[in-house]
């Protein structure tokens, strides 16, 4: 569990960063900026990154807090796996591997 929550934290931070330093940062620095974010983005499973994002957006007050924030997310995805998966998963690598059908 404690990678996924240091990614999500880096990511938030990254994010942060992107937002309050933009007027700040040359060309260069927000193109190595933007490369960061999509490599943390992408190593974040999608189903954990849904509730990254729909937590980010709707709850302001976790997003000023990285750490809680990813305390969050993970507990949201916990929370929305169906009961019969959540009594299965073990590790945070069981519930980064599930993927809902769609």
Known sequence: ??????????????ELTARVAHHQMSPKEE????VQLALVRDTVPRYILKHYDTLKR???VLGE???????ATLVSAYQALPRRKRRSI???????????RN
């Open 1 to 14: 569990m404690k990678p996924v929550i240091d990614l999500l934290v880096t990511l938030r931070r990254h």
């Open 90 to 100: 073990s590790s945070f690598f069981d519930l980064a591997t599930y993927s809902p």
């Open 58 to 60: 709707e709850e302001r």
């Open 31 to 34: 193109s190595a900026l933007s």
């Open 65 to 71: 807090r990285p750490a809680l924030l990813a305390m």
